[in-house]
């Protein structure tokens, strides 16, 4: 699978921006999907999931009421809308594919996941 994200760019705090993963190669539908950011200087962070049917999705604490996460499985796309953006929130974003068990809720670990994307840089300003 490839994963191309795209959708970021310098935003105010309190902005919106919509990030979008288009996938080639295989179906998105027949995977679990996440996003990630990594901010500089730190670790990657898990942000969000979704599974394949798009029926449950799932958020860490730091986004969980501002970002939602969504998918197109007849585009092979998912998406990852950004409200009330916050400097914290200023990162690299990465989509992946989940390779993991379902029951491995909520698919927050990156070594879970399969096919990555070339991530698309988010930047928040004060």
């Known amino acids: 699978v490839q994963l191309q994200a795209s959708g970021g760019g310098l935003v105010q705090t309190g902005g919106s921006l919509r990030l979008s993963c288009a996938a080639s190669?295989?179906?998105?539908?027949?995977?679990?999907m996440g996003w990630f950011r990594q901010a500089p200087g730190k670790e990657r962070e898990f942000v969000a999931a979704?599974?394949?049917?798009?029926?449950?999705?799932y958020y860490s604490h730091p986004v969980r009421g501002r970002f939602t996460i969504s998918r197109d499985n007849v585009h092979n796309m998912v998406f990852l809308q950004m409200n009330n953006l916050e400097p914290q929130d200023t990162a690299l974003y990465y989509c992946?594919?989940?390779?993991?068990?379902?029951?491995?809720?909520?698919?927050?670990?990156?070594?879970?996941?399969?096919?990555w994307g070339q991530g698309t840089l988010v930047t928040v300003s004060s």
């Open positions: 992946a594919t989940y390779g993991g068990r379902d029951s491995d809720l909520p698919f927050g670990q990156d070594h879970d996941y399969d096919y």
């Open positions: 190669g295989r179906t998105l539908s027949n995977y679990n």
């Open positions: 979704i599974r394949r049917a798009g029926t449950y999705k």
